[in-house]
């Protein structure tokens, strides 16, 4: 069940309808197509607009193709990540800079990778140690638990997974697996309920959560595709165009609030009594903060429990860099 759906729609209607009511002219970057729920609403409330979706999962692409048959001649899909926004442009004829309308994000694993118990995201069913979003990809959570050694496992653990309980994790893998290397999920799970400490165990949700994120994270190179994937968003929209997105952990929320947050300030120096010309802010922020789910919604769709949405209106031409602040 797609995120916050309505509210998507809300905040990026006003960009997609300046040329017409029906969405004719505009174009909408779908970044996180998944299985297509956000891009049929929007396809289907604005009979005109035309949609290119990104996703990297090759089965996504098939399940939204599918879905959005009926839509075939307003709907380009390109398999690759999102930071691939500006070469997804280029194939489909348009500028890297000023080109579309509306770039709407949904991070994370989607709710169609996790109920593909073979794909190995969740911790809650025993499956392959796999976590890849592009199964063509080389690089598994198999490979990082059986091949990483401590210190590195340990880092992965800190900075993916903000897990507390890093090093003695780490310490645990690396001992069980000198006897047999880990090949499911569920050997996995059971490890980490033996080194987190039982009192750990009991606050703070499944104390597998952190780990698999981190593992997630790592396997994907999400965050520094994301780095990458904003600016070139940004960049992307036409004067007037908007961006939405839906983060649902601290370190994606965290990188998209800098990089908004760099994109909607003024560049004079700091001191200078006056703005100078052409140091204004090229995009204005829509919405206070993160937008939280409404608890109506979180009890239709547990997902949208964690979300957190943010946006921005670029307001004046010019080029966004990204910003690398961790």
């Not at 004067?239 to 990188?255: C, F, P, T, W």
Request: glycine share 8%; proline share 5%.
């Amino acid at each position: 069940m797609p995120v916050l759906l309505d509210r998507c729609v809300e905040l990026l209607a006003p960009a997609l309808t300046r040329q017409s009511p029906d969405g004719r002219g505009a174009t909408l970057v779908d970044a996180t197509l998944g299985a297509g729920g956000h891009t049929e609403r929007f396809l289907t409330r604005f009979p005109g607009l035309h949609v290119i979706g990104l996703d990297r999962d090759t089965t996504a692409l098939d399940i939204a193709g599918t879905r959005l048959a009926g839509f075939a001649d307003r709907l380009q899909t390109v398999r690759t990540r999102y930071d691939g926004i500006a070469a997804a442009l280029a194939e489909s004829g348009l500028a890297a800079t000023g080109s579309v309308d509306a770039v709407l994000f949904d991070l994370g694993v989607s709710s169609m990778q996790l109920d593909r118990v073979e794909r190995g995201f969740s911790y809650a069913q025993d499956a392959p140690l796999d976590m890849r979003m592009d199964p063509q990809a080389e690089l598994t959570a198999a490979e990082i638990v059986n091949t990483y050694d401590a210190a590195a496992l340990t880092d992965i653990l800190r900075r993916f997974g903000e897990e507390r309980f890093a090093s003695r994790i780490a310490a645990h893998i690396v001992r069980r697996r000198a006897q047999a290397p880990f090949t499911s999920t569920g050997e996995l799970t059971a490890l980490l309920y033996e080194a987190i400490p039982a009192p750990a165990r009991r606050t703070g949700g499944h104390p597998a959560k952190r780990t698999f994120q981190a593992l997630r994270i790592a396997v994907n190179g999400e965050l520094d595709s994301l780095r990458e994937a904003l600016p070139a968003a940004l960049n992307a929209l036409a004067v007037g165009g908007r961006v939405a997105v839906m983060s649902y952990q601290s370190l994606e929320d965290r990188i998209v609030k800098q990089q908004f947050a760099a994109a909607t300030a003024s560049s004079t120096p700091v001191g200078l009594p006056v703005e100078l010309p052409g140091d204004e802010p090229k995009f204005t922020t829509l919405t206070r903060g993160a937008e939280r789910a409404e608890s109506d919604e979180v009890e239709r769709n547990p997902r949208a429990g964690s979300v957190r949405l943010r946006a921005v209106e670029r307001v004046r031409p010019g080029t966004i860099v990204a910003s690398r602040g961790k």
